[in-house]
């Protein structure tokens, strides 16, 4: 069974500031992996997916991640956060073949200050 | 464009009363989940239906039923309320094919139970 790891529950960055939220998966072969976004209040939004081919993709809101199998890593990047950005980012993960069913980590609430 | 729409978005229930918590989707998904969310802890499964008429138990089961009886919605009933359900419900719903782990999520219902 796949799982996924968030190592960080919390991380804070100024407006403007780069950042990059952490994502380490467990799974026997190539998975598809996900980002969501979920605001408060609100349930949650795609991101950007990683299926197949380029390991660097690109998604919506200026958000790209990158996959990396030596690393079973596949973290979010953006290089300049917006006020509008402070939200819970869930990494998920689902096996290429088998259960369709994506993991959810347990999510990272990013703060921005101004 | 609804999307996936949940009714309600807030309920307060006393242990032992019941309650059923509706999942709409206009997307002609074949796919439907129920999740709960609490905090600290993520997403976490607890029925999901791949067609009308079929459900399946998800990581966390016990407490809840479903149905599937149209295409379109997803029911989750609660029978006899405990607190420890106190929690935010998601549903979410994808399509079939390559597609099929992209979820699209409604809103969220804000359950406590006294």
């Known amino acids: 069974a796949q799982s996924v790891t968030q190592p960080d529950i919390h991380i804070t960055v100024s407006e403007g500031a780069s950042l990059e939220l952490r994502c380490n998966y467990s799974y026997g072969a190539t998975p598809y992996l996900f980002w969501y976004v979920q605001s408060p209040g609100q349930g949650l939004q795609l991101l950007l997916k990683y299926f197949s081919g380029d390991t660097l993709v690109q998604g919506i809101k200026g958000f790209e991640a990158e996959f990396k199998r030596s690393q079973s890593s596949f973290n979010l990047r953006k290089p300049s956060v917006h006020w509008s950005d402070a939200a819970e980012y869930f990494c998920?993960?689902?096996?290429?073949?088998?259960?369709?069913?994506?993991?959810f980590g347990r999510g990272t609430s990013l703060i921005v200050h101004p | 464009n609804a999307g996936v729409t949940q009714t309600p978005k807030f309920r307060v229930l006393k242990t032992g009363q019941s309650m059923t918590l509706l999942c709409a989707q206009d997307m002609n998904h074949e796919y439907m989940y129920w999740y709960r969310q609490d905090p600290g802890m993520g997403l976490r499964l607890i029925h999901y239906?791949?067609?009308?008429?079929?459900?399946a138990k998800g990581e966390v089961p016990d407490g809840y039923n479903v149905s599937r009886l149209k295409k379109q919605n997803f029911l989750l009933g609660l029978e006899s309320a405990a607190p420890s359900q106190t929690s935010v419900y998601f549903c979410?719903?994808?399509?079939?094919?390559?597609?099929?782990?992209?979820?699209?999520f409604g809103a969220g219902t804000r359950l406590s139970v006294l």
């Open positions: 239906s791949v067609g009308e008429g079929t459900t």
């Open positions: 979410a719903s994808s399509y079939m094919g390559l597609a099929k782990n992209i979820q699209y």
């Open positions: 998920a993960v689902a096996a290429s073949g088998g259960s369709y069913i994506p993991t």
